[in-house]
């Protein structure tokens, strides 16, 4: 018979059998948790398991990110790229990365891990041109593809770049690659990026308010479909110096915040930026400012350019700006670049005149761009000391006088356009014929009388544009003009030419528009059918006693008659992007042609 001591004994070893059972079982359950959420054990590569330790490690992401994404809201929406990132982080990334500590210090992989795969998922990356090697089994560092140009033979690395000896991410290389959706306000987690270039792509939304960001010197985010401000979060990144943003939808004004960063390129151009650009004014570092196409408005205070000593790029064309010819300007002896075309500016240019004479000369300024403006008086003859220009248009304006003969020792000009203006009546300048690198004259509605003078065929021989319609000219076509073998344009229309149509224009090898309307001309242009090259052709062809026999124009007018609607004039902007290279020629409400160089 047993003895209550033996019973006793038995009882507490099997009761000390459970609790070693139930120990075990705790250690196994934490062990297995803590493998779970470290991705030991998983041989680096395979799935994580389903259920509930699947959801345990998901949550401990979340808790994490928690404390470094702005909208908490986001890490449990299932539809949102963060959370479909930091899905990919628990369950389909090969790293299976340790979640830090919340106060951890070495977070950095995590992070960028995670903000990368954000971006993926925020951009559409499944729809990427290419997917450049994101959210393979590589380390980010190397989610990238190298491609070669074949023109130049030279590598680029497009995708992520990483600093060599720690790994960090400094850069995003990713223009023209279908980039769409958003981009992410994570990208802020990159915060030791150096450069984000992102350009030729359809992303839409507000650039997101990305602070902290101090080694940040280079953004190129234009040629998108952003939207929204530019923010004061700008001021954060101390270090920038590149900032384009051209060819958005983006509004409002500029931050002040602007005026504390060293810019050395500034592209706000193509967008609706308003209000003034006082903001922009003075940066001593600056060397490209592009702002045209916008609604900026304002004068142009003397103040804004006396700093901006470096500056070598300026344009602010197509704005609503206000006021007198800044002639600070001609102080700038880096200048290269000037368009100011399609304001609202008044007054003459007497001061730059000044300057002018003051400096003596200018050697840089190779473009100089006043069109469409309603400046007036005289052109100062000290234009001629901008020694080293190219480019100089001042049509459209109410300038009056004359085209100043010291035009005339500015032989390195390869384009000339003065119409629309109201100079004196009076021939076609002699010094015209000094300028044999035009490539194009316009002198259209100038009140230019007499002959065609026979310099423009015999000098003028690199022409590509010719255009002096509208004006008073008399006499025959000079038989010369035919050996402009280079013309495509040749605009004489709307003047009081006489005599018979010189066969020789057959010459005109790439002739692509000839407009000989409105004048007393005879004789017949059936010789020009055979073009291959010719576009349109108009001339006195029409009514009941014609002219001018032309089987292929495609108007036949009569004199004294209103034929067409079409104010033909030559659209020139905007070139000196391309190197002061003519790509298209581009007609007022006409046609357009292109010209491939």
Sequence with gaps: MSTGKGNDSGGRCRLIVFITLVVLAVIFIIVTIALLATGKGTGGSSSL?????????????????????QDGDVLTDTSSPQYRAMKFLADNDAWKLPVPAEDSTSSTKFLQRFALSTFYYSTLGETWKDDMNFLTDNDE????????????????????????????????????????????????????????????????GPVPPMFGMKELSFVALDHNDFTGTLGSYVGSWPKLTTLALSNNRMTGTLPEQLST????????????????????AGIKTMRNLYLEDNSFLGTLVESYFGNMTNLRFLDLSRNNFVGTFPSQLMKLNELVVLDLHGNKLTGGLGLMGTELSARATNSKLSFLALHNNEFSSNIPASISLLKNLRHLDVSGNKFQGILPSSIGSLTGLTYLFAGQNSFDSGPIPSFIGQLTRLEELS?????????IPDFVGNNLTELLLLDLDDNQLTGEIPINLGGLSKLYFLLLNRNRLTGSIPVALNGLENIQMLLLDNNTLMGSLDFMCGSTSLDIMYADCGGSSKEVNCSCCQECCVDSTVCYDNDFAANQDPIWENGYIRTAFIFDNAFGWTYGT
């Design 261 to 280: 960063l060293p810019l050395e390129a500034l592209a706000l151009d193509d967008n609706g930026f308003r209000g003034s650009i006082s903001a922009v």
């Design 141 to 204: 560092c190397a989610w990238f593809k190298i491609f070669v140009d074949p023109s130049t033979r030279v590598a680029y690395k497009i995708g992520t770049s990483c600093t060599e000896d720690t790994a960090i991410v400094n850069g995003i290389l990713l223009p023209n690659n279908a980039l769409n959706g958003t981009l992410p306000r994570e990208l802020e987690l990159l915060s030791n990026i150096e450069f984000i270039s992102m350009e030729y792509n359809g992303m839409s």
């Design 443 to 451: 002198l259209k509605r100038t009140f230019r009388t007499n002959k």
């Design 49 to 69: 398991a389903t259920g509930g330790a699947e959801s345990i490690r998901l949550g401990l992401i979340r808790n994490f990110l928690n404390s470094y994404v």
